[in-house]
Structure formats: structure tokens, C-alpha cells
């Protein structure tokens, strides 16, 4: 697949718009047992509804609309995730941050790498003025990603994410646009 589409690249990786063709790829992140633990979207139960999810990418309304990219290795064009933004919230100039690697691309020092590109897109290309991170308290990782950048935690969501028959709570972390000024 070509790479000339990237949204954004870092030092390691492309970031691009979904296609058709990473469908696969889709569906065996969002069904990866270590991905889907802290992930707050829906395990996807088949290739058409990773059709589906990439069809929905492209074709969504632009209010609180969703951008996830995929991510790909620059030396060898490997699908490793999905990073970007979603419930993209134009008239608040607010949206949340996310990223989603498979479990073998986890604790590399990826997510840390990435961050600082997204922040810096968020910023200056979507105009936000706010970047939000849900997080589940269980979620290490993420936890120390988004306090390596000098989030802030603004509180707990009790109970505000149902999963398996459970109630679960997620941690919200803010960046203002005043904050890194
Ligand atoms: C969350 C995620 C994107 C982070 O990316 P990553 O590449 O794994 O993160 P990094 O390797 O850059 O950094 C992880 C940090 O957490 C720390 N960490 C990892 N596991 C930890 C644990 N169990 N306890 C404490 N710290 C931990 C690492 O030491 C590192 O911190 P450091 O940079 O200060 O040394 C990735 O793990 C992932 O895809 N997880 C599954 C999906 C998900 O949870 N997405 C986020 C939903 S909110």
C-alpha cells in the first residue's frame, strides 16, 4: 500500500487514513485480548464489522467526528495500531486522544512517541484548545503516557463504562492548549 497519504509521520512511524485493505488488520486489533482489556470501544465480531467501523471513518458526519489513522512502521509499512481522535467536538474546540497498538508493539516507547506528534496536530491542525484522555484506572500504561506529557487528572467518571455485565470507572486527564504555552 502506498504511504504517500500520511497524515503525519514521527520519527518511526506514518500515520494515514484507513483503507479497505486494512481490514483484516482492524479486526484482529479489536479482538486482541490485551487491546480490548482498556479499550472502551466494542470487540468486533467479524471481518464486516471491521468493514464496517473503517466505512463509518470515512463516511461520519463532521460533528463529533472521529479520526483514527493507521499507524504504520516507516522501514516496513507494518500495520502496528490505530492512534488519532474522537468524539472531535468543533464547537468546543474539544476532542479526546487515543491509540491502540497490538499487545507485541505495547511498552516500546511507541505510545510516548506518538503523543507528542498527535498533541502537536491536535493543536495546531484540528484548532483544539482542549485534548481529552479517558482512561481506565487499570491502564498503566496509558496513565503514565498521558503524566509523561503533563496531563491533568480532572476526576473519575464513576461507573461511566459497561463492559462484560460490569460498570467500570475511567480516569479523565485534560491538556489545554494554555498548559504547554
Ligand atoms: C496505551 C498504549 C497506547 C500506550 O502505548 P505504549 O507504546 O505501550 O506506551 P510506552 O511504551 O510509550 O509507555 C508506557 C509507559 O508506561 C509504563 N508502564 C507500562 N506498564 C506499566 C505498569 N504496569 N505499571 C506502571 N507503569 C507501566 C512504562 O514504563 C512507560 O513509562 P515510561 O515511559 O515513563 O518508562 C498501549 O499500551 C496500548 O495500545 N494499549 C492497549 C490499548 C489502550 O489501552 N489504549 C488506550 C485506551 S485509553
Redesign the pocket.
Known sequence: MQENSSVLTTRNFNLRNLDMLDKENVFALFTDK??ME??EGKILKNLKEAENFIRYQKTQPTCFKNLNWAVTLKKTREFI?LAGFRNWDQSSFQAEI????FSRY???????ELIDSLVAFGFNNMGLNRII???RPE????I??VN?YDFQLEGVLRQSHFQNGNFNDVLLYSLLRDDIA
Open positions: 490485551c487491546v482498556f479499550n495500531g487515543g491509540a491502540a497498538f505495547m511498552n516500546k516507547g511507541y505510545g510516548s484522555a479517558r482512561i491502564n498503566k500504561a496509558a503514565q503516557v509523561n
